[in-house]
């Protein structure tokens, strides 16, 4: 079955950074856009980054523009989020999404992100 598993959450200071990993098994990666997505308490969850399939066209959420970059490695099944220039507002849980048709739409588990000083 489709199974996605974040890692590289943690407490960090503002300013620092971090790098997500999304461990990918289940389906064929390389065919699928991923996402990594985030949801602060209280709030709705939000789309932070995509990267496509074949193309690797990445598309950013303006909050993170400049400072996140996503990207992927097919050899290894893995999908990263690098996050660089870490603000208090970026703490949140970050999840991993693959949509394989309109109808299946997986996510992971979680990695919590907390920058605080």
């Known amino acids: 079955q489709v199974r996605l598993v974040e890692s590289g959450g943690g407490l960090v200071q503002p300013g620092g950074s971090l790098r997500l990993s999304c461990a990918a098994s289940?389906?064929?990666?390389?065919?699928?856009?991923m996402s990594w997505y985030r949801q602060a308490p209280g709030k709705e969850r939000e789309l932070v980054a995509t990267?496509?399939?074949?193309?690797?066209?990445?598309n950013y959420a303006d909050s993170v523009k400049g400072r996140f970059t996503i990207s992927r490695d097919n050899a290894k099944n893995t999908v990263y989020l690098q996050m660089n220039s870490l603000k208090p507002e970026d703490t949140a849980v970050y999840y991993c999404?693959?949509?394989?048709?309109?109808?299946?739409?997986?996510w992971g588990q979680g990695t919590q992100v907390t920058v605080s000083s």
């Open positions: 289940g389906f064929t990666f390389r065919n699928y856009a």
């Open positions: 990267i496509s399939s074949a193309t690797r066209n990445t």
């Open positions: 999404n693959v949509k394989l048709t309109i109808l299946y739409d997986y």
